[in-house]
């Protein structure tokens, strides 16, 4: 088992900036595939974006591509998240997750370990 342990996240105003992170405990990192998703009041919880466990293969909700970037450091067992003009929309509750499988999925259901959760509040 691998356990995820997410930081960074916060209020910012819209267009402002905020990186996440995914550390992992228990076993390494590079053998897994990532997937950020998100959850905000009231609606299901959708990916966000995604990296194969070499970082060859990305990626992203239409919704984020070009204001957020993905990213892994294997040596440092360590997924991060970099999101620049924040939208209001992006509000939500961010949460990591790992799959064993080398394909990225934009399905929740098959991510098979799970981050604790981040609040992102963006104001208009």
């Known amino acids: 088992q691998v356990q995820l342990v997410q930081s960074g996240g916060g209020l910012v105003q819209a267009g402002g900036s905020l990186r996440l992170s995914c550390a992992a405990a228990?076993?390494?990192?590079?053998?897994?595939?990532i997937g950020w998703f998100r959850q905000a009041p009231g609606k299901e919880r959708e990916f966000v974006a995604g990296v194969n466990w070499d970082g060859g293969v990305i990626d992203y909700v239409d919704s984020v591509r070009g204001r957020f970037t993905i990213s892994r450091d294997n040596a440092k067992n360590t997924v991060h998240l970099q999101m620049n003009s924040l939208k209001p929309e992006d509000t939500a509750v961010y949460y990591c997750a790992a799959r064993c499988q080398s394909r990225v999925s934009t399905s929740q259901f098959e991510y098979d370990y799970w981050g604790q959760g981040t609040q992102v509040t963006v104001s208009s």
């Open positions: 228990g076993r390494t990192l590079g053998i897994y595939t």
